[in-house]
């Protein structure tokens, strides 16, 4: 089939050759031979970026291009008395409003650095369809309309200059409805719609999102997601590519293998390992990485995971009505995720003239800060042979983070390396007195005996001397530390 933007017998040809080329086949079991980068295992912490048009009207989440289409939510009625009916003012009429004056590449990139981030992941298309690159697809992307700046291709060059390794993420697949309401009523959402249209194909919505729902997307639709997959992977190479949880709908199966296939034959071609990230079991296990939204795992993971979260409980992008996440919380959330072999994706949402807003600020200078005196206990650092022991325990799943948690000084978490064991103290005792009971002298019936003998004890980033004694109940570690933060007690053993 050909249209006016590009050919797409020519784009599969391309395709097939690349997956031809490489020791990826387009199946399971090819694919299950993939193995996790290196520097994923050591780096620990990276920054997501939710960036596009829907930071221009700035309300209540990234899904208002959808939700301005149902008539009777708060979009609808805030739209309609903010800009006007929407026949006469679409989703698309942002796009002149979404003009990022303030967008410094560098300067962000030096903000998510000073912040400890060790890789950056911008969402290069959400499920709105505006491309936030230069593309040959569709004029609908911010080099030729808003911003007229490729944002994702200034974004890498930058974070590269700065050794931060650079991902990218698509969240196309649920544009096969996402717009769908907008025919629903008299909205510049109309048919007929053709590939190639901005809001194009607007189909209904399927009951409770239901993954196996019909109509199922058509051959046409799931070859122009995965051409705009791979222009993705073309143009920018990322070592991680993610995908939000539509992908796991049984049509995009076949497709899904073909683009994995083709993006990790591409990224071995030029001497890397790549992965996908998915959200548990919408890629087969072991053929990239589990990606877990806004929860976690209870306990230490044989394979490596991520999280991905955000500074504020209610959005991904910036609104006027944020409710923003504490930096303590933000620095726990870390620490339980890599004790359990996890990393951590935190995202940050710049406002539509490209400025990073203080309260991201904050988190950032402070997770920064952090990092700054117990970076060692967490980069390069591997699971110990428990995780953690306290009264407070996280539930298992996705979208855990509505509250926070409120640790006791009981509460301890752990790490290895640099032939250390790092106990991090989530609140440290205000008698400044610690107990470890993880590391007692002698077999108890709540832990064995650690074994080896404790060289030294210290607090990092603290002068004070620390006093350690290994007892029977466990390892009694007394200093004179006061922190609004988790401390980290390092513990050398002989």
């Keep these: 089939m050909n249209n006016k933007y590009y050919d797409t017998s020519e784009w599969l040809r391309h395709i097939e050759k690349g997956i031809a080329q490489g020791p990826f086949s387009a199946d399971w079991d090819s694919l299950s031979s993939f193995r996790v980068p290196d520097w994923f295992l050591k780096e620990k912490f990276g920054i997501f970026l939710h960036w596009g048009l829907y930071s221009v009207p700035a309300y209540r989440n990234e899904w208002y291009s959808r939700n301005m289409y149902i008539q009777g939510t708060p979009e609808f009625d805030y ?12 989703y698309k009429d942002f796009i002149p409003l979404f003009r990022a004056e303030h967008f410094d590449p560098k300067e962000w990139i030096r903000l998510f650095k000073e912040a400890g981030a060790r890789y950056i992941f911008p969402v290069a298309e959400h499920h709105d369809g505006f491309q936030m690159y230069r593309s040959a697809l569709s004029p609908w992307n911010s080099f030729e309309m808003g911003p007229k700046r490729d944002v994702i291709g200034e974004l890498k060059r930058e974070a590269e200059k700065e050794g931060l390794h650079f991902c990218t993420s698509s969240h196309r697949a649920e544009h096969w409805w996402f717009m769908g309401h907008g025919k629903e009523f008299d909205s510049d959402v109309k048919d007929p719609l053709s590939l190639g249209d901005f809001y194009w194909p607007a189909m209904p919505e399927p009951d409770n999102f239901d993954m196996r729902s019909t109509p199922f997307p058509t051959e046409e639709y799931l070859n122009d997601w995965l051409i705009r997959t791979v222009e993705l992977i073309d143009l920018f190479s990322p070592e991680l590519l993610y995908f939000d949880w539509w992908i796991g709908h049984e049509a995009f199966k076949p497709y899904l293998q073909k683009l994995m296939a083709y993006y990790y034959n591409r990224m071995a071609a030029s001497g890397k390992r790549a992965a996908v990230c998915g959200k548990l079991d919408d890629i087969a296990f072991g053929t990239g990485i589990a990606e877990v939204e806004r929860g976690g795992f209870a306990e230490a993971k044989a ?6 979260t955000a500074v504020a409980r209610n959005s991904w992008c910036h609104t006027t009505s944020l409710n923003y996440k504490s930096s303590r919380e933000i620095i726990g959330n870390l620490i339980d995720v890599v004790s359990r072999n996890g990393n951590l994706l935190l995202n940050v949402g710049p406002t539509a003239d490209g400025t990073i807003p203080e309260g991201d600020r904050r988190i950032l200078s402070d997770v920064g800060e952090w990092l ?5 206990a967490v980069y390069g650092s591997h699971v110990w042979r428990i995780s953690g022991e306290g009264p407070t325990k996280d539930e298992e799943g996705a979208f855990k983070d509505d509250t926070e948690k409120t640790y006791t000084d009981q509460d301890i978490r752990f790490t290895t390396g640099h032939g250390a064991i790092y106990a991090f103290a989530m609140h440290f005792p205000d008698t400044g007195k610690l107990l470890i009971r993880s590391m007692p002298a002698k077999d108890t019936e709540q832990a064995p005996a650690f074994l080896g003998i404790i060289r030294n004890v210290r607090i990092l980033g603290f002068d004070e001397s620390v006093r350690f004694e290994r007892r029977e109940d466990g390892l009694l570690v007394t200093a004179d530390v006061s922190s609004a933060f988790p401390v980290v007690i390092r513990i050398d053993v002989a």
Excluded: S
């Design 372 to 376: 700054r005196i117990n970076g060692e």
């Design 303 to 308: 394979f490596p995971w991520q999280t991905d």
């Design 79 to 90: 739209h309609r008395k903010t800009y006007g009916p929407q026949k006469d003012f679409g």
